[in-house]
């Protein structure tokens, strides 16, 4: 779809295609939806406020993009001209930044949303948009043409995006007084209500009040504020409502689900700071995140400063929000935030503080697999890694186990503590069995579990990748050793079978064992006979002191 006329006739517009993801993602947004269009705005004030925070950011280290001091974001709609536009004095965008921001789809967040959307019932569409952010692209739900004027902060020059949002974009020199952005929205046959300034009111209180910096809506030609702008976590808890906090919840982590936990404190004494956290109650589409960092908002007096100062630890990188301090000064550099005690010290409570709620809502059963289910295999990376609190990690953790059934009607069942564990163990098991593995139902159905169902003693079913780490580290549990069931002989000889099996017929070892060694050569270290196995006739052992055989496993696909 190009080839169509151009708006600027300058003889230097160029003229760009959209990357193929946005352009299947425009499809989309603009066909799929009606319901829940508002949210346009939404995404182009978060848009103009992370923008601002950036600026000012960047100031700290080049006084040639200092912020105006009356900073803002200001939202203009002119009926007449059936125009709505949203300006801000943020950090602008360079040519290159438009092509790389608003004509590729950078955000991964955004992809995962148009990955979604493409697979949805046309029923549900709707509802999806209303659920996640679409982000800059949302302005063409309710705009036919968009122009962005942006200036970067620090340069003189200029540029005009502009679109239809149908396959091009087009780009040209643009003079704009400040550096900033504005981005003016040709407003659809269909969408009066985003030019009536009420109407944009009501959109700001509900969708973007907490946003820190100050926005107005032009009325009549005056400007009036549109935002409460105290910033949320500052607020006596009891002035808060709850939808205020779930909103807040989903501006900061870009999910759009409510949280399984919100925790709000303030800490006074040796430090001082506001904390405001969410545990999501979903996992995030793309979690994976390889970087593993905690992306917690760090403020000082309500100013955003960075979400890389890590003030969790990786393995809490599910936890989400803003703490805020006294005890840094507001103009802290990057190499002062690697240095200052005072971040150790915030990590430090904070942490402490997520891990004591994890450990009060523990009590819940129920209400504690929701939340381990989607972020159990992330607490485990902390009993690897994480030598201060292995223990309590430890003591939190889910497992499955062959002792208990898997039963979708009642999923509380089908999961044990290792304390619970220990209670059902054996008087004379000294160890805390577990068999690793790539899957649930192949560890469940693994035969190396026969000899240990034959003697009734009960084996962890592991199956996540980090299994295959974390009991390398934890070694014991409330004096138990931790036992891998492949690792040697198992010291099975002492528990005596039980039930049917006990009456199966055994084979001639003292014949087969040299046999079967011949036969496998240097393909094995050793054939032994094995009281593990009770109706399948052989398996796989790793050595007594070896790595596991799982370990093993994955050593070999890394190439060690
Ligand atoms: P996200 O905000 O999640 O990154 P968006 O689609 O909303 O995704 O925006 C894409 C990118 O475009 C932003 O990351 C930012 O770099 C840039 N951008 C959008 N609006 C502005 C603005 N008002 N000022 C400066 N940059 C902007
Ligand atoms: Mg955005």
Redesign the pocket.
Known sequence: MTGQETTNPSSTAEKHEFSAEVGRLLDLVVHSLYSEREIFLR??V???A??TDRRRFEALTDGARALPEDAKIRINPDKDARLLTIT?D????SKD?LVS??GTI??S??RAFGKELEGAKPEDKPNLIGQF?V???AAFMVADRVEVV?RRAGSDEGWKWTSDGKGAYELAPATREKPG?D?TLHIKEDADEFLDSWRLQEIIRKWADHIAWPVTIVKDGEESPANEGTALWRKPKNEVTEEQLNEFYRHVS?NFDTPWATLQWRAEGTIEFSALLFIPGSRPFEFGDPARESKIRLHVRRMFITDDAALLPAWMRFVQGVVDTEDLPLNVSREMLQATPVLARIRKAVTGRVLSELKKRSADNAEFLKFWENFGAVMKEGIWEDAEHRTELAGLARFRSSALTVDAENPESGWTTLGDYISRMKPEQEAIYYLTGDNEDAVANSPQLEGFRARGLEVLLLSEPVDSFWPDRLTSFESKTLRSVTQGAADLEKFAVEGEAATGEAADMDILLPALKEALGSEVSDVRGTDRLVSSAVVLAASENGPDLQLQKLMRRSGQ
């Open positions: 995404e182009l978060a848009n103009a992370d923008a801000d943020g950090t602008g965008m930044e921001n608003l950078a955000r967040g955004t952010g982000g800059f692209y942006s952005t981005i870009h």
